[in-house]
Structures are given as structure tokens and as C-alpha cells.
T-cell receptor, first 116, second 117 residues
Framework: DGGITQSPKYLFRKEGQNVTLSCEQN?????MYWYRQDPGQGLRLIYY???????QKGDIAEGYSVSREKKESFPLTVTSAQKNPTAFYLC???????????????FGEGSRLTVL | AQSVTQLGSHVSVSEGALVLLRCNYS??????LFWYVQYPNQGLQLLLK??????LVKGINGFEAEFKKSETSFHLTKPSAHMSDAAEYFC???????????????FGKGTLLTVNP
């Protein structure tokens, strides 16, 4: 079945350590996104990518980095510069067609990061 | 810039009662509107979407929403709540750039629905 796989589902990190969250999709979607979710704050966009080897900052990119070396993969690194990294992270993807798309997103199951 | 306001961070209903979750948006161009549902520790799943055409949109699990341009609203309803409807619901708006190649979703802060037996 097609879908988006995020790993790990749960991750614990010590302060000062970088950590990388994996996101893989087999939907053949061009665009991929990372969102951060905190209680009561909805989803906030960290980074997004519309094409391989290109990505753009979202609303809260500071302290995060991404890469898009392959169409199906969009890993997110939470760096030690991120002041409050404990959160639930969601990866998503969408189609980009000739006529554009509606913006409908397909989500992974999420990764919960806890900084000790 | 687009934005979404969900009135009520927490809504509680009895099983069998009407569910009404409110969403208002702002957008400088005709919007595309979405409702997503999230169960604990899971990703978001699309309930329904409005793009063009009929303003009353039917989705999965018996939910529907009506796009009212004059009120800039897209409220979600279900005639009779079920225990399995307990989850968090997010309204989102998409605003396309010219050429239609780049659509970003802006989400509301979510409404937690509790269903009481």
C-alpha cells in the first residue's frame, strides 16, 4: 500500500544533541512537508520541498535543517540550536500536477521527540 | 495572507447528538478548504474538502461541511455523534499561486471533540 512512513515513532534526546527524523513516501508525490505540532497550537510549517534538491523555509525553520536528495525521502534534522524541540513532528506529501493541485496533504503517523 | 480560526478548542457532545465544529477563514483569493481528523498519537486523515462546485461537501464517517462565502465559514457537522468520533479536528485553507504549482495549507489550532455516553 502507498503511504508515508516516519521513523522513529518515539525518540528521546539529550540537550545539545542533533537528531534526524526520517520520512519516506511511495506515493510518487512531488511535494513534501514537515510540520511541528504542539498542544493547542495546531500545525506549524517547518520546511517544504516541491522538487528534488530544492526546499524552502516555512514559518518556524530556525533550528531545523532538511535535505531532498531523492524524490521519496525528506529527512528533518533537529539541531541543538532549536531551543524547544520537544514536540510531535508530522511529515506530509502532496501532488503537484500540470493544473496544480488543491493542496490536499497526505500525512505520516508522526514522530514524537522528547528532549531530556 | 490566509488564516483559519476554529471557535472552541474543546467541544463536548452526547452520543447521538448533533456535532457542530466551527471554522472561519480569511483568504485573498477563492480558497480551497479542508477538514482533517487526528486520533491520539497518529497523523492527520482527510475528512472532506471543498475546491469548487457544490458548496455542501460530504466526507467520510457521515461528516459534511458547507462553504459559505458570505460568512467566510466552513463549519463541520454530523447529525448523530458516535463514540468513535472522539478525536481532534483541524480546519485548513489552501491558497494557490498563479500557475497552480504551489499550494500551502494553513491550519487552525484544532478542536478536540469529546463524545459522552
Amino acid at each position: 500500500d502507498g503511504g508515508i512512513t516516519q521513523s522513529p515513532k518515539y525518540l528521546f534526546r539529550k540537550e545539545g544533541q542533533n537528531v534526524t527524523l526520517s520520512c519516506e513516501q511511495n506515493l510518487n508525490h512531488d511535494a513534501m512537508y514537515w510540520y511541528r505540532q504542539d498542544p493547542g497550537q495546531g500545525l506549524r510549517l517547518i520546511y517544504y520541498s516541491q522538487i528534488v534538491n530544492d526546499f524552502q523555509k516555512g514559518d518556524i525553520a530556525e533550528g531545523y535543517s532538511v535535505s531532498r536528495e531523492k524524490k521519496e525521502s525528506f529527512p528533518l534534522t533537529v539541531t541543538s540550536a532549536q531551543k524547544n524541540p520537544t514536540a510531535f513532528y508530522l511529515c506530509a506529501s502532496s501532488r503537484i500536477g500540470v493544473g496544480g493541485n488543491t493542496g490536499e496533504l497526505f500525512f505520516g503517523e508522526g514522530s514524537r521527540l522528547t528532549v531530556l | 495572507a490566509q488564516s483559519v480560526t476554529q471557535l472552541g478548542s474543546h467541544v463536548s457532545v452526547s452520543e447521538g447528538a448533533l456535532v457542530l465544529l466551527r471554522c472561519n477563514y480569511s483568504s485573498s483569493v477563492p480558497p480551497y478548504l479542508f477538514w482533517y481528523v487526528q486520533y491520539p498519537n497518529q497523523g492527520l486523515q482527510l475528512l472532506l474538502k471543498y475546491t469548487t462546485g457544490a458548496t455542501l461537501v460530504k466526507g467520510i464517517n457521515g461528516f459534511e461541511a458547507e462553504f459559505k462565502k458570505s460568512e467566510t465559514s466552513f463549519h463541520l457537522t454530523k447529525p448523530s455523534a458516535h463514540m468513535s468520533d472522539a478525536a481532534e479536528y483541524f480546519c485548513a485553507v489552501s491558497e494557490g499561486k498563479s500557475g497552480g504549482s504551489n499550494y500551502k495549507l494553513t491550519f487552525g489550532k484544532g478542536t478536540l471533540l469529546t463524545v459522552n455516553p
